[in-house]
T-cell receptor, first 111, second 114 residues
Framework: GNSVTQMEGPVTLSEEAFLTINCTYTATGYPSLFWYVQYPGEGLQLLLKATKADDKGSNKGFEATYRKETTSFHLEKGSVQVSDSAVYFCALGDGGFKTIFGAGTRLFVKA | KAGVTQTPRYLIKTRGQQVTLSCSPISGHRSVSWYQQTPGQGLQFLFEYFSETQRNKGNFPGRFSGRQFSNSRSEMNVSTLELGDSALYLC?????????????FGSGTQLSVL
């Protein structure tokens, strides 16, 4: 079945460090891929998405590229800020009416 | 435009009781999905409703049920509560529910079962 696997956290970085959060997926066909972010006490909000192979989603300095050959959608940011501290979820659309989420990766950024 | 509204924000119940959670989607959105969020498990899909019809259901026992009203508002019910049902329950809405659409989430209902 469809599933998403993302790196376990927490990830702790210093401000201005480079961020990578790994995400791989298992799916039939060509699912849409998403990254959502959850700030403390809030629901999730969409960070970026990609709908086909080699698409790059980007937003607020974050980027992720849909890699069909490696079934991956890793999240990257060149220089993190304290305000980026949150939980990040990788997700895929199953082609029907369900979005499947990974377990989430908590990011702590120290000043 | 108002966002997704979930009520109540917090709930404390005891084992064996039942609970009803409410979700009002963004105006114009006809699809509502429910998720259970627990530490370490991420978000587990409960069910999705569109125009008062359940189109998809996750792997949860029959104690978990839901419904959607003609104004797209949705409720979920958990009967005979167990300690393991303690979780953050999140509701999300979208226009059509197609899985390539962005989901808009509420802030959730934090349920504690004692």
């Amino acid at each position: 079945g469809n599933s998403v696997t993302q790196m376990e956290g927490p990830v702790t970085l210093s401000e201005e460090a480079f961020l990578t959060i790994n995400c791989t997926y298992t799916a039939t066909g060509y699912p849409s891929l998403f990254w959502y972010v959850q700030y403390p006490g809030e629901g999730l909000q969409l960070l970026l998405k990609a709908t086909k192979a080699d698409d790059k989603g980007s937003n607020k300095g974050f980027e992720a590229t849909y890699r069909k050959e490696t079934t991956s959608f890793h999240l990257e940011k060149g220089s993190v800020q304290v305000s980026d501290s949150a939980v990040y979820f990788c997700a895929l659309g199953d082609g029907g009416f369900k979005t499947i989420f990974g377990a989430g990766t908590r990011l702590f950024v120290k000043a | 435009k108002a966002g997704v509204t979930q009520t109540p924000r917090y709930l404390i119940k005891t084992r064996g009781q039942q609970v009803t959670l409410s979700c009002s989607p963004i105006s114009g959105h006809r699809s509502v999905s429910w998720y259970q969020q627990t530490p370490g498990q991420g978000l587990q899909f409960l069910f999705e409703y569109f125009s008062e019809t359940q189109r998809n259901k996750g792997n949860f026992p029959g104690r978990f049920s839901g419904r959607q009203f003609s104004n797209s508002r949705s409720e979920m019910n958990v009967s005979t509560l167990e300690l393991g049902d303690s979780a953050l329950y999140l509701c999300a809405s979208s226009s059509t529910g197609n899985s390539n659409e962005k989901l808009f989430f509420g802030s959730g209902t934090q349920l504690s079962v004692l």
